[in-house]
């Protein structure tokens, strides 16, 4: 696996799948990178770069532990970029990986070509998500044979009384059939002073990050599943309006791993928005947020 050396010299790592114009793709977590796959076959349609964020994977575990912060991860990104020798490159991410994409756009504009979000986490933009939309979202699931036990813990857990943050896994994916439960485990962090390094103090600064993405000029996607109970449809909707030039999809039956419910239809979407003018989002399935929806 090939690897680069961050700007305070700790050794990460990167695997690259499929062949074309390059895309950069930031996990979630922060998690081993390998739960991504190659994104559902997304691979076909151009090749991956996955960096494995420090402390993660096959990267080397820093020195100083503060330096798991996010905006502080930006900066991971534009050395592996830099790296790569692109001029500027595309942007893939993934649930918390999504604040240190929108970080780097805010950031570093220029370095960014077009910038696919996919399930987001709202944190670095400040974006809420009440108790009762994810209480709401979790209902489109109550004919499951596993709805009342999974749907008790999640009243217990949004309501503040506790409950066991396993016990509502099942509402991740759009089926909690083998295949799920054995992702579940891949996509657990291990790190956990990674985990609570992320969100520390200072990783985010909302409102300097929601001015700067107003004015960010390049195609973005904002795509979350149906039942993505992490990245409700209406959070993301008004995500995807924090940009002059967004485009908005729901995919159907799909939860927070749109790429394992059903990969042909995740890779065709994102593929086609990886290629296709604003103008022809529509016609592969995109929303365009109304300027109602925008926030002044």
Aim: charged share 20%.
């Amino acid at each position: 696996m090939p690897t680069f050396p961050a700007p305070d010299g700790t050794l990460l790592a990167y695997r690259v799948t499929g062949d074309g114009d390059p895309v950069l793709c930031i996990p979630g977590g922060p998690a081993d990178a390998a739960y991504l796959g190659d994104l559902g076959g997304l691979s076909a349609h151009r090749r991956l770069i996955v960096p494995d964020l420090r402390g993660t994977g096959r990267s080397a575990v820093p020195e100083d532990p503060s330096s798991y912060r996010c905006d502080r991860l930006v900066e991971d990104v534009e050395a592996l970029r830099a790296h790569l020798g692109l001029p500027r490159t595309d942007l893939l991410a993934h649930s918390a990986g999504t604040n240190i994409a929108v970080q780097y756009a805010a950031r570093h504009p220029e370095r960014v070509g077009r910038l696919a979000l996919i399930g987001p986490s709202s944190r670095a933009v400040g974006l809420e998500v009440s108790g009762e939309t994810r209480r709401a979202c979790a209902r489109l699931r109550g004919d499951e044979p596993w709805f009342p036990e999974a749907y008790a813990a999640l009243v217990a857990l949004t309501e503040g009384r506790g409950g066991d943050p396993a016990a509502i896994a099942p509402f991740f994916w759009g089926r909690w059939d083998a295949a799920a439960r054995e992702h579940d485990a891949a996509a657990r962090p291990e790190n956990q002073e990674a985990v609570v390094g992320f969100g520390a103090e200072g990783a985010f600064d909302p409102e300097g990050t929601r001015a700067a993405l107003a004015e960010f000029g390049h195609p973005v996607l904002v795509l979350t599943g149906e039942f993505d109970l992490n990245s409700p449809p209406p959070m993301a909707d008004e995500f995807a309006g924090l940009f002059p030039d967004a485009a908005f999809a729901v995919q159907p039956g799909a939860g927070h791993y749109p790429w394992i419910d059903d990969a042909d239809r995740f890779a065709d979407a994102v593929g086609a928005f990886l290629t296709a003018t604003v103008s022809q989002y529509e016609t592969v399935g995109f929303r365009i947020p109304s300027a109602d929806n925008n926030p002044s």
